[in-house]
Antibody
Framework: EVQLVQSGAEVKKPGESLKISCRGS????????IGWVRQMPGKGLEWMGI????????TYSPSFQGQVTISADKSISTAYLQWNSLKASDTAVYYC????????????????WGQGTLVTVSS | DIQMTQSPSTLSASVGDRVTITCRAS??????LAWYQQKPGKAPKLLIY???TLESGVPSRFSGSGSGTEFALTISSLQPDDFATYYC??????????FGGGTKVDIK
């Protein structure tokens, strides 16, 4: 079965660091792009950035450039989303999703989604 | 940047109704548009891509139309399982992959 499995919910304090994961299975991880999407409580979907599983080429949304780091380890079919210093406003559900289409040219969409990781940042 | 505007933001309907949600792009995106369904507490699910192509496994009561700047998602006969929030997403170019604000379909 083709699926993306994300790491579990996290509760952190402001200023702490965090790295959440998204493991792909049932397909060739290095042949696809993976994207990260934020959903703040009661709000809509926001694209954060995407990464190619083959060579870790990354494109960030201007809204998230410099705020997070997206990385991948193809040897274990896993993509990551990382913060160096969390803020309360980072509280959200974060989804990873496998993309389909020509992401190198920007024409791709989210075909398969992980279950989401809830990140809560509170003092 | 391209902006995506969905309307309405909320739609109240009954089982069996024909429902149409619209999505407008601030500039032409050809047919580079996808539609997703999201139920509370769940991940989004791809319904339609390239404006009108139904994703495998999605019921045929869902259909998409449009090109350029005006798009629509239509549910021909609303079923109980269809009460959810729907998002459009453009993927014409970077910084793309931008979603519309969402349309919540609830029970009248």
């Amino acid at each position: 079965e083709v699926q993306l499995v994300q790491s579990g919910a996290e509760v952190k304090k402001p200023g702490e660091s965090l790295k959440i994961s998204c493991r792909g299975s049932g397909y060739i991880f290095s042949a696809y792009w993976i994207g990260w999407v934020r959903q703040m409580p009661g709000k809509g979907l926001e694209w954060m950035g995407i990464i190619y599983g083959g060579d870790s080429e990354t494109t960030y949304s201007p809204s998230f450039q410099g705020q997070v780091t997206i990385s991948a380890d193809k040897s274990i079919s896993t993509a990551y989303l990382q913060w160096n210093s969390l803020k309360a406003s980072d509280t959200a559900v974060y989804y990873c999703a496998r993309l389909r289409g020509n992401c190198g040219g920007g024409t791709c969409y989210y075909q398969l989604w992980g279950q989401g990781t809830l990140v809560t940042v509170s003092s | 940047d391209i902006q995506m505007t969905q309307s309405p933001s909320t739609l109240s309907a009954s089982v069996g109704d024909r429902v149409t949600i619209t999505c407008r792009a601030s500039q032409s995106i050809s047919t580079w548009l996808a539609w997703y369904q999201q139920k509370p507490g769940k991940a989004p699910k791809l319904l339609i891509y390239k404006a009108s192509t139904l994703e495998s496994g999605v019921p045929s009561r869902f259909s998409g139309s449009g090109s350029g700047t005006e798009f629509a998602l239509t549910i021909s006969s609303l079923q109980p399982d269809d009460f959810a929030t729907y998002y459009c997403q453009q993927y014409d170019s970077y910084p793309g992959l931008i979603f519309g604000g969402g349309t919540k379909v609830d029970i009248k």
